[in-house]
């Protein structure tokens, strides 16, 4: 029998986490005196990833390892909020990482002359977190309320929208399908602009820019084979006959 703790989806996004980190970080450590924008972008995506081993991981262990959550439900309401805001902060942040870059690359000039504007950068940091607590936040909180019941049994800490397959490939699309797209084609964009300026030879920094945009090709590799497989919706096209697993369940009893 499959372990609870490693058939989860969440478990995998501990290690995904340190692999986006790295891999954002070399794409800019080499430059970084031209990116202060970006650094402020790296570090707002390290603090969400910290906080998900300080504080969510010591959690969730526990929980997966006895099959019961033991530190009631106000704590699992936060845990819930906290955890989502996280992982959902960590995904928007890898988008403007990359959006940062693209811009960096396709319009070299005005992006280095707004580099000492911290202002824009700190609102932006600010709108991911806003933007990915607004995504699950209030659904977390107010969804039983709004539904006029908890289906949350005893002794159990997720998300009361678990088996609502609407808004789950709602917030799967906005989560994971948009800023997958997004990071592809700002990726590709960044890719042609070097193949074009190489070609043409107006660029001396090129070399560098294939470095930077072969780091951001790998967190897209990264962003994809770590967090697909995990999202219930996928889960749910590979498991069509079984509308209601289990939070714990393996994925191999959708056959049974």
Known sequence: MQHPLLSHPRLPRAHSDILRREAAAAGTESSASLRTQNNFFLLNLAISDFLV?????PLYVPYVLTGRWIFGRSLCKLWLVVDYLLCTSSVFNIVLISYDRFLSVTRAVAYRAQQGNT??????????????????????ISWEYISGRSIIPTGECYAE???????LMTASTLEFFTPFISVMFFNLSIYLNIQKRTRIRLDIFHEED?????????????????WAP??????KLLCPKK??????????????
């Open 53 to 57: 081993g300080a504080f969510c991981i």
């Open 119 to 140: 202002k824009r950068a700190v609102l932006k940091m600010m709108m991911v977190w806003v933007l990915a607590f607004l995504l699950y936040g209030p659904a977390i």
């Open 161 to 167: 929208f678990f088996y609502n397959w609407y808004f």
């Open 210 to 226: 294939k470095k930077v945009a072969k780091s951001l090709a790998i967190i897209v590799g990264i962003f994809g084979i770590c």
């Open 230 to 235: 995990f999202r219930r919706a996928f889960i």
């Open 243 to 256: 509308l209601k697993i289990q939070p714990h369940d393996p994925l191999q009893n959708c056959w049974k």
